[in-house]
């Protein structure tokens, strides 16, 4: 059966969009998905399902996750081919030594990414960008907050995307690979 990983856009940060992942895992179950587990506190949920597309499960979580919790954020859901697709396509591994320190963004669609492309030309300094038709890659030497590159991509992407940080990204890979 496929298996997918939905990433919630700011939930459980600070006190605004709380989400217990308890009542997220029960609503995914009530809504006919198998195998649902989450990850971490910040919107990590993978799950199966034997229908529909990547884009129509984001559409249903969102609309189900408002009207049931009470919460509305933007969902973005990849299979779990897009997600390896995710982990082969880091070209700033060599470069990244820690995994906290490099941010992931996805987005649903691919458009949205590669409005990003021009930030490829700009001198990052010791900070480096890649962008791939599946995923937006920042390394983010000084850390996260402080990072220039990330506050451009964070900027570009708006409210089309969510961003992950790489070890975060290993676990839902791994996660997506066994069964649960």
Known sequence: MPRFVALFRG????????????????????MGYTEVQTL????????ASTAAS?????????KAVASELGVDALVIVKTAQDMAKVVSGNALSGVAPDASRLLVALTQEAE??????????????????????HAAYVWCADGILQSPAATALLKGLAEQGTTR??????KIHALLQAKA
């Not at 971490?40 to 799950?47: K, T």
């Not at 940080?165 to 290993?170: D, G, R």
């Open 11 to 30: 939930i459980n940060v600070g006190k605004a969009k709380r989400v217990a992942m308890a009542d997220l895992r029960a609503l995914l179950t009530r």
């Open 54 to 62: 990547a884009a129509h499960h984001a559409k249903a979580i969102r």
């Open 40 to 47: 971490l506190n910040s919107g990590n949920a993978v799950f």
């Open 165 to 170: 940080n790489w070890a975060t990204v290993e």
């Open 112 to 133: 949205a990414l590669q409005t990003l492309t021009t930030l490829t030309g700009c001198d990052w300094g010791s900070e480096a960008l890649h962008i791939t038709p």
